[in-house]
């Protein structure tokens, strides 16, 4: 197997970003009229700042949504709309992952089997239009949003990369290999077992801990009042013993013990799932009072950026948030 070069981090230089429209007969029927205001906000604050190549389900109306674009005076030149079939919107697991020499993308199962996702594994490989290279698709089956780097450390948390209802049979150290071929990446730095409450990824690492440079992480902070206390307490431990290891600077955000707002069951709320794109990073914000601090500390830990809160509660509703909702797209040398 070829090296493919090495995974790119998320501050590389980015030419657009790839987010897929909720349809009405999906997983967000219970909440449609939220979550597609919610995604209209993230379109605006995106396509004010870069090319967004938009995914639009089939049973929605074309010309009907070109004419919502135009009515919200939304920057139409920064908008490719592509009709394509998919399953569910979390772009980040499924779509293009940026290499230094291409794109490339694993096998996507639904999170282990939890959900259909035949049309969602698929996308990547017939983004052909969209992106100015081919994808190469491999069949380990993994998720985008469990993997972050700075270029050189891939940090993992096992609970999502170490399963049988993704890869049976494959143990750490054979999983590593294989990141360490595919990936291009020499060091691996693990978490176990942290997962919250409601999220259904199995402890995807964007909802928990990020790179905010090559020496510096932020991550989902200790909150005694949580009911993921201990949990989070586990994180920073954690978190804080690879960063004496690896002389990383650790950065704290705010972790709201968060219930839906449509049954009242606790949400998987997270302040990690912030975007990088280019100079600017978009940060998801709740309405609540954590919010405030949550810009704050992104602001000191992106010092030449531009932090720019977009407001995601209806993307808690499915145990996501604005990273698992797009994908950047890399610009290649």
Not at 173 to 183: G, H, N, P, Q, V
Not at 186 to 215: E, P, Q
Not at 286 to 294: H, R
Not at 304 to 310: A, G, M, N, T
Request: glycine share 6%.
């Amino acid at each position: 197997m070829n090296i493919t070069g090495h995974l790119l981090p998320e501050w590389a230089p980015v030419e657009s970003v790839l987010l897929v429209w909720p349809y009405p007969h999906g997983d967000w029927q219970v909440n449609y009229a939220d979550i597609v205001e919610c995604y209209w906000g993230i379109l605006a604050a995106l396509s004010a700042e870069i090319p967004v190549a938009l995914l639009l389900h089939p049973s929605l109306d074309r010309t009907e949504f070109d004419n919502e674009i135009r009515r919200r005076a939304l920057k139409v030149a920064n908008i490719q709309v592509r009709v394509t079939l998919y399953d569910d919107t979390w772009i980040r697991d499924y779509g293009p992952l940026t290499t230094s020499e291409g794109y490339i993308a694993y096998t996507f199962n639904g999170w282990g089997g939890k959900y259909s996702a035949v049309n969602d594994n698929a996308v990547a490989s017939g983004l052909g239009d969209v992106l100015s290279s081919p994808v190469k698709k491999y069949d380990f089956v993994c998720e985008g949003g469990g993997l972050e780097t700075d270029g050189e450390t891939l940090l993992v948390n096992a609970n999502c990369i170490v399963d049988d209802n993704r890869n049976p049979g494959w143990d750490r150290a054979k999983i590593e290999d294989y990141f360490r071929t595919t990936l291009g990446l020499k060091k691996i730095a693990w978490l176990d077992d942290i997962c919250l409450t409601g999220d259904d990824t199995d402890g995807h690492i964007d909802t928990i801990a990020r790179f905010a440079s090559s020496d510096r992480i932020v991550y989902a902070g200790p909150n005694p009042e949580h009911v993921d206390a201990e949990i989070l307490a586990q994180l920073h431990q954690q978190i804080s013993a690879l960063a004496q290891a690896n002389s990383w600077e650790i950065m704290a955000l705010p972790s709201p013990a968060y219930r839906s707002l449509l049954d009242e069951r606790f949400l998987p709320c997270t302040y990690a799932n912030f975007l990088i794109v280019n100079d600017c990073v978009f940060a998801p914000v709740y309405g609540l009072k954590e919010d405030a601090e949550a810009v704050r500390v992104l602001t000191a830990a992106f010092p030449q950026s531009r932090v720019i809160p977009v407001r995601c509660e209806a993307l808690l509703e499915q145990h996501g948030s604005l990273h698992c909702a797009t994908m950047q797209i890399g610009r290649l040398a």
